[in-house]
């Protein structure tokens, strides 16, 4: 059995890891809610926007108009990773990091053995363990520096611009979906070319434009993809912070119970110690008694 004196060191030691963690968890806790807010309120819109947006490809039938929608055989692909800058968030990152590597050894395997698999990697601990296996031709970790549309805007067009150049022939996205503060829905999401539900394919919407279709495709379609791309980054971000709080709620429930055990054996010790005393002082009174 353990001294007193590293028993004590130890209770310290996890009274100390208790402290860091139950603050950590308040901390995700804060951010969590306004994550969550943010999430939330563009939900919606960018999921009516998604719909108007694979009507309006699917009407199209000029293939200069439909530069965004255009099916081409996959080629090249491109796999946007999204992970968090920063650890202590569970399997968040670790799930993300799996399902590239799957993806990459199944339904892109052809295209990763020939080198024409790309990953570009948003957050730290993605890129940090992507880059030692595969190509990773851009990573964007400053982007929660300052979480904004305008901020994401600048990635999305850049990737929407390499699609439309001929660059990739497809681009998606896997990310955490954030569904409440304890699940994350691991999502893989087809970004370019713009996906056209099969109900939509057979009974196409026809659309009155106003002023024109050329302005409408011209503004519609570029805003609607860069919202989506922004609306993963906030489901990501919302995920991360709801993993965190609940990883660290964890730890500190973990702590809790390993101070009760270490108090327990150490009082255990503690009473072993006094009663070893008390009955050498027996032994000794015994001996001078003879």
Known sequence: MANLKEIRTRISSVQKTKQVTAAMKMVSAAKLKKAQDSIV???????????????????????????YGEERKPEKILLVAITSNKGLCGAFNANVIKRV?????????????RGSLHILAIGKQGFKILKKTYNVVGEFNHVYDNLSFENVSAISSSVMEEFVDGKYDKVELVYNQFKNAGVQILTTEQFLPVDQPEEEKSSR????????????????????????FFKALLD????????????????????????????????????????????????GANALAD
């Not at 590597?101 to 053995?113: D, F, H, V």
């Not at 965190?244 to 072993?272: C, E, G, V």
């Open 205 to 228: 919407t026809e659309y009155i434009f106003e002023p024109n279709q050329e302005e409408i495709l011209g503004e519609l379609i570029p805003k609607s993809l860069k919202i989506q």
């Open 101 to 113: 590597t799957i993806l990459a050894g199944t339904t892109y395997a052809e295209q990763s053995r």
């Open 41 to 67: 309120k563009i939900r919606p819109f960018a999921n009516k926007l998604h719909d108007i947006l694979s009507n309006l490809t699917g009407s199209l039938t000029n293939s200069d108009d439909n530069l």
């Open 236 to 283: 990501s971000f919302a995920s991360e912070h709801g993993a965190r709080m609940t990883a660290m709620h964890k730890a500190t429930d973990n702590a809790s119970d390993l101070i009760q055990d270490l108090n327990l054996t150490y009082n255990k010790a503690r009473q072993a110690a006094i009663t070893n005393e008390i009955l050498e002082i027996v032994s």
